[in-house]
């Protein structure tokens, strides 16, 4: 191509693209076209103008109103008022960070009759999860938080669940601390090391309106695959803990050895990814389990039907 080609091919390429009105427009339609450009132009003035008042009006809105956490609606169990999480901005004390601020929420209520708004007086973090008679509101710090933390909530009074369980039925308690605690690493930037601490898990929590049972779920960030595990805990203690039992007679894992007491017809080991890898029957008492080294989930079978399972690491 020569570059009076080249020039020639451009300049139909640009025509192409930004076609000028001059170039096949008769004089009368070139009027009829300024016209109606215009006109065009005067009206979109217009409506930028009223655009432009309309998002002002919004802006100022939203930052003189409350803000709440997408998708987080929860009604009370007597239709009364809406729990939700309020969210606001703060100045973020992160020296890693670098985003100014950081987001914070914080439980409310809203009365649906009067529409007043209630907010939680607590310093915490906290995401509404649940609802429960009387007014109380169930909450956690966050998927991903370490440790991941349930709340129970009445009024201005925040307590964790593992306290509000083991007030209650104190071998609850000792459960979740036995088999919750989780030893966790973190990189110490002041003296340039890692470090080692125990953190209990208590997840996100849900439980009925009369907190007869309550259950939470933990991401298990303390192994190495990614997975959920869940407890319910039956706190009208009739029937025992669903999926993962609590209470003083359960199954047990201490240096390789399985305690088995009273009552259980079996009990199966399995691997992380399903596989059982070991069977015991009829036996009460300790037993070796001879496992290679890492995590397993051990599921007890009593003789009345009731399962009991437990995580065993070695």
């Known amino acids: ?104 929420y914080t439980p409310c209520t809203i009365d649906i009759a009067t529409g007043e708004l209630k907010t939680v007086d607590t310093d915490l973090s906290l995401l509404s999860c ?49 088999n919750l605690t989780h030893e966790m690493s973190s990189w110490d930037m002041e003296n340039e090391e890692e470090i080692y601490e125990e953190f209990t898990f208590t997840g996100m929590p849900v439980a009925t309106p009369d907190l007869g049972v309550i259950a939470f779920w933990n991401d298990c960030p303390w192994d190495d695959f990614s997975y959920a595990e869940g407890v319910v805990f039956d706190m009208a203690q009739t029937s025992g803990v669903v999926s993962i039992a609590a209470n003083a007679k359960d199954l047990s894992f201490s240096d390789g050895e399985l305690n088995i007491p009273a009552g259980f017809a079996s009990v199966e080991v399995f691997n992380l990814s399903g596989a059982c890898v070991k069977t015991v029957s009829g036996v009460e008492g300790s037993v070796k389990l001879n496992l290679a080294n890492g995590v ?4 007890g079978t009593r003789v009345d039907g009731s399962v009991s399972v437990i995580k065993l690491s070695k």
């Open 296 to 299: 397993y989930i051990a599921k």
């Open 130 to 178: 649940g609802v429960a008679d009387n007014d109380v509101i169930l909450a956690f710090n966050g998927v991903g938080e370490i440790p991941m933390t349930g709340y129970i909530i009445k009024g201005d009074e925040v307590q964790t669940i593992e306290e509000y369980i083991t007030s209650k039925i104190p071998s609850y308690g000792e459960w979740i601390k036995r």
């Open 1 to 104: 191509m020569t570059e009076e080609n080249r020039a020639a091919y451009q300049d139909a390429y640009d025509q192409f693209l930004w076609p000028n009105p001059d170039d096949y427009l008769t004089e009368e339609g070139k009027a009829k076209y300024d016209a109606a450009l215009e006109k065009y132009n005067s009206e979109f003035d217009q409506w930028q103008a009223k655009f432009n008042d309309f998002m002002d009006y919004q802006f100022a809105v939203i930052e003189d109103s409350p803000n709440f956490l997408f998708n987080n609606v929860l009604l009370s169990t007597d239709a009364q008022f809406i729990v939700s999480s309020l969210l606001k901005e703060v100045p973020n004390d992160n020296p890693m960070s670098w985003a100014p601020t950081k987001t914070v």
